[in-house]
């Protein structure tokens, strides 16, 4: 079992950055591969990003690929999403995704599916 609560979120103007965190509770961080997704008002959460329990693999959407950076610190169970050239289209609410895996793993999932824990979610404002 794991708990994840997210930070970081706020209101920003085009082009602006914004670093997001997500703090994971227990043990093992470092066996869980790790996901941001976001949903904005009246459309599917969509992804974003995410890391393999290898820091070597991360998966980026199309959509923020060169503009947002995905990283994790397993010393402090946390995992990070950087945001820079932030568009309006970047409003959302993110959220932070968990799934356990194998210490060998070096898949970054990309499907809401593949994820077993969820946080609550931060509130990302990109004003034009």
């Known amino acids: 079992q794991v708990h994840l609560a997210e930070s970081g979120g706020g209101l920003v103007q085009a082009g602006g950055s914004l670093r997001l965190s997500c703090a994971a509770s227990g043990r093992t961080f470092s066996n869980y591969a790790m996901g941001w997704f976001r949903q904005a008002p009246g459309k599917e959460r969509e992804f974003v990003a995410s890391?393999?329990?290898?820091?070597?693999?991360?998966n980026y959407a199309d959509s923020v690929k060169g503009r947002f950076t995905i990283s994790r610190d397993n010393a402090k169970n946390t995992v990070y999403l950087r945001m820079t050239s932030l568009k309006p289209e970047d409003t959302a609410v993110y959220y932070c995704a968990a799934r356990q895996d194998q210490y060998y793993s070096n898949e970054a999932y990309s499907a809401s599916y593949q994820y077993n824990y969820w946080g609550q979610g931060t509130q990302v404002t990109v004003s034009s």
């Open positions: 890391i393999g329990v290898s820091v070597s693999s991360t």
